[in-house]
């Protein structure tokens, strides 16, 4: 591929330190690290960078190796899981010194966030423990999303040097979009840089990207073609990057969502477990992308069973490009319809309640006060992902909508605790497993007790059920 189709965040990656952008300490730091192993090795074998998505820190890493003629082995650290792969790939790397043409050399772990909590721990003790062996620099990259970042990678925390990354500065920002286009022979109007740089906060990747989208066919670009693009949140860029996933036309387009959203996978395919059914309305989108979803979980159940991890592009596969192209009737009207039906079936009268699609997501308004009503209404509105935004008087259902799995099994956790006591008594009386009396005994007994007002006395009283219990068994 020529320089002229490249991406330009590619086309205008930093080949040298004078060209990296902000965070001049992190840099500084970094260089000072790398310099230190020409006086031996120092007590910190490795730099732990990290900081938020697109401010440039494998640029620096790269920017670095460059200017010092360093031999940079990168590897992407959700690729290689196992001790045995990476040993296979790194280990003899990390105790030679020296290439065969006599270069420096430097290890580089990038996305570390990637690497997926308990499931890959013995990924992360495998680097950690060749930390403790190299003979060669080596430099850890993770985006620190949360305030906990460091619990999930404590064993490569307590052996590394913390090296921070912030945000862009917004003068920097504007002065690196001018040199681009002016470079590409691109008129930019000054309002427009000054608004992508504001509206980036600080990640210069995304603000190119979006320069670059703009910039399409046109050779000069003016605030009116800034207009649609909006403010971005980076404190909830996942619904962004769901957006992107169910609208691509391709398996390469959909599988960017892996590297933009920045969460493990295990979160990533609840997200869009969730919203399968809001943006595939249609049932045949609906059951190609569950089955595409469910080949995918296959894949990943497989990986971790067998530590074949070469499987999980499969599941990558799946989870974004089968579920994405799964689209072919669906309108987009889904969350919708959905909102409206389960408006119709709160029990109120037609015109209760106003609903109306906003920028946010649909929102829901009472026409009148709901006095003690409010809490029924509440809890059937959640159930499809509503929240009650307190001063709005009214409730609001993202386009895309967190996973609720923690809260369904919350709303239904009495319910549970009363199906378990009752299989218990089942159980002992009909001399089964409490496994087999909830499949199998259970739903029969409801059924009787439902229909007769009498057999259901008897049959709670011969069980010895409690009030609750029997109150549950007849619900």
């Known amino acids: 591929m020529t320089a002229e189709n490249q991406p330009w965040t590619h086309r205008f990656r930093p080949s040298c330190q004078a060209e990296v952008v902000g965070n001049e ?25 990290h900081g938020p998505p697109g401010v440039g820190k494998t640029s620096c890493v790269v920017a670095i190796a460059n200017d010092m003629d360093i031999d940079l082995l990168e590897v992407n650290a959700s690729d290689f899981r196992t001790k045995k792969r990476l040993e296979g ?22 996305e570390l966030e990637g690497v997926s909590g308990q499931q890959d721990r013995g990924g992360i003790t495998s680097i950690r423990d060749i930390i403790k062996e190299t003979m060669i620099p080596i430099v850890l990259i993770a985006t620190s999303p949360g305030e906990k970042w460091q619990d999930k990678f404590r064993p490569l925390v307590d052996v590394s040097t913390l090296i921070e990354f912030s945000p862009v500065p917004f003068g920097a920002m504007v002065r690196r979009l001018r040199e681009c286009a002016t470079e590409l022979g691109i008129s930019v109007d000054e309002e427009v840089l000054e608004y992508l740089a504001d ?34 949140d ?39 477990y969730e919203n399968l ?43 974004t490009g089968g579920v994405a192209l799964s689209r072919l009737y669906s309108t987009g009207t889904g969350l919708l319809s959905q909102v409206r039906e389960k408006t119709a079936t709160l029990g109120f009268p037609p015109g209760a309640f106003t609903v109306t699609e906003t920028k ?30 307190r001063g709005g008087n009214a409730w609001l259902i993202p386009y895309f909508r967190p996973p609720q799995l923690v809260w369904r099994y919350r709303r239904t956790y009495q319910s549970r605790r009363r199906r378990d006591e009752v299989a218990a008594k089942v159980a002992e009386r009909c001399h089964v497993s409490s496994k087999e009396a909830v499949a199998e005994v259970i739903p029969l007994v409801k059924v009787m007790v439902g229909g007769d007002a009498v057999m259901a006395d008897e049959i709670t009283g011969w069980l010895d059920l409690d009030d609750k219990q029997s109150k549950w068994l007849k619900s």
């Not at 509206?199 to 605030?223: F, M, P, V, W, Y």
């Not at 619904?239 to 996978?265: C, G, Q, W």
């Open 25 to 49: 300490r992190a840099l500084s730091q970094l260089r000072t690290w790398i310099r230190s192993w020409e006086k031996g090795i120092p007590k910190e074998r490795a730099a732990f960078l």
């Open 89 to 110: 790939l790194v280990g003899r790397a990390s105790l030679q010194t020296v290439t065969i043409t006599g270069k420096r050399r430097m290890i580089l772990f990038d």
């Open 199 to 232: 509206r980036s906060q600080g990640d210069l990747r995304s603000t190119l990207n979006d320069l670059e989208a703009i910039s399409r066919g046109k050779e000069t670009i003016t605030i009116k073609d800034v207009e649609g693009l909006g403010m971005r």
């Open 234 to 272: 980076r404190k909830d860029y996942t619904p962004d990057a769901l957006n992107k996933m169910f609208s691509a036309k391709s398996l390469r387009e959909a599988r960017r969502v892996i590297s933009s959203t920045h969460i493990d996978y295990d979160t990533l395919f609840d997200w869009i």
């Open 277 to 319: 059914p809001v943006v595939l309305e249609s049932p045949r989108d609906l059951a190609r992308g569950m089955e595409a979803l469910s080949r995918a979980d296959i894949h990943q159940t497989r990986a971790q069973r067998t530590q074949a991890y070469r499987l999980l592009k499969y599941m990558f596969n799946e989870m």
């Open 360 to 389: 946010a997501g649909i929102e829901v308004k009472p026409v009148k006060y709901l006095g003690n009503e409010w809490r029924r209404v509440n809890n059937g509105l959640r159930e499809v992902g509503a929240q009650w935004v």
